[in-house]
């Protein structure tokens, strides 16, 4: 019985591994312009250069790029010409563009747990704001709340800014984390996130 139980956690565990990754895989953005646009580029370069070689092995070479211009031109430049310069620049920007496309974007959906491997569930961002701010304003003494979703790879957290109408507010800003906490735990999102509040109240 006992190894039975242990095979179903173990089991169960890496159910939900596999399902954080279909998510996670499932909701990351795909840098879709970007990563067209540097392919392209790339592949127009390589097979410009992959002509020119071929041409001049079999002996009828095509002149894409004229080399011989292009010799005596590097060979009259110095290091700290306008014209490297912008060329070295350009190299530059297209390197971190292609680092960029590496990145993991900022997810379009919050993913939510679950044990299947095979499903991804998510909720929008704006969708997330709003719910937890109407729990916030469910609060009494509660004017306006206003929920911001911060951090990305760690120190994730949700900043509530709410207004009371009270000039004592007590232990308003406790009732109000309580309140978001409860409603971001029926979340049940895959990825935990802290209450910040930061709350204001009348001084007259």
Do not use: C, K
Not at 58 to 80: F, K
Not at 152 to 159: C, K, L, P
């Amino acid at each position: 019985m006992g190894e039975a139980t242990a095979q179903d956690r173990a089991e169960d565990a890496r159910a939900r591994r596999q399902a954080r990754r279909t998510a996670m895989a499932e909701f990351r953005p795909r840098r879709t312009a970007l990563l067209a646009g540097t392919g392209l580029l790339l592949a127009v370069a390589g097979g410009g250069v992959t002509a020119q070689i071929l041409s001049a092995l079999v002996g009828a070479p095509v002149r894409i790029v004229p080399i011989g211009p292009v010799r005596d031109a590097l060979r009259r430049v110095a290091w700290h010409d306008p014209a490297v310069l912008a060329v070295a620049g350009a190299v530059a920007v297209t390197g971190a563009a292609l680092l960029l496309a590496l990145l993991p974007g900022r997810p379009r959906r919050e993913p939510l747990r679950g044990a299947d491997a095979l499903l991804a569930g998510g909720v929008t961002r704006r969708d997330l704001r709003r719910a937890l701010a109407e729990a916030a304003r469910d609060v009494a003494g509660i004017d306006r709340a206003r929920v911001r979703l911060r951090g990305r790879w760690h120190r994730r957290r949700v900043v509530v800014r709410a207004a009371t109408r009270y000039r004592n507010p007590g232990n308003t800003a406790d009732l109000v984390r309580e309140a978001v906490r409860v409603r971001l735990d029926g979340f049940d999102l895959m990825r935990p996130r802290r209450v910040e509040v930061r709350l204001t109240w009348r001084d007259d």
